[in-house]
């Protein structure tokens, strides 16, 4: 694992530059399809409140932060996850999902941008998912209780998606490298 995590490439480099740079931008925009293409393929978690989807959208989202640094991350969770509830019925949490998973990418780019903890910034970044989810779904539910139950589809899907980026980050690097 320590081998793995000491042989990413990740540059910190000019910020400015990285965010323009065509390269940079289209990195970001691929990774924005992707995530939006991953969310689709989905398992819906019951639960009373509705649900959520157990996805790979997650997965790409810490790919960015990982690879491409916080705001980009931001990017890619945010648009990537909040453009497939605009256009799917769960039109109704795009703000959320825009809002938290922008957060969600940047604050665990940030964080693996300064110490490369990669499952501790995973780890945090999916506890923000999870209590913005829930603070939304008390704002559309209106009581404390039933978003309660997202909560644990919520947990589950984020267990799900750091295992998956801890087994692909291997093959990743090298995608990634070129």
């Not at 970001?28 to 157990?54: D, E, K």
């Not at 295992?163 to 990743?172: E, N, R, S």
């Amino acid at each position: 694992m320590t081998n793995i995590i000491n042989s990413i490439e990740y540059t910190h480099g000019d910020k400015m530059k990285k965010l323009t740079s065509l390269d940079g931008m289209i990195k970001t925009a691929l990774l924005i399809a992707l995530c939006f293409i991953s969310v689709y393929v989905n398992i819906p978690i019951p639960s009373p409140s509705g649900g959520g989807l157990m996805h790979l959208g997650g997965v790409i989202l810490f790919l960015a932060a990982i690879y491409l640094g916080p705001f980009q991350a931001g990017l890619v969770g945010g648009v990537g996850m909040g453009l497939f509830d605009l256009l799917s019925p769960y039109a109704i949490w795009f703000p959320c999902t825009l809002l938290t998973r922008f957060i969600m990418g940047y604050v665990s780019g940030k964080m693996i941008e300064k110490d490369k903890n990669l499952i501790l910034s995973m780890s945090v970044g999916s506890i923000i998912m999870i209590i913005g989810y829930y603070i939304y779904g008390v704002i559309l539910e209106e009581n404390l209780i039933s978003p309660l139950y997202s909560v644990i589809g919520d947990s589950i899907s984020s267990i799900f998606t750091i295992v998956i980026v801890i087994a692909i980050l291997p093959f990743t690097n090298k995608v990634f490298r070129k």
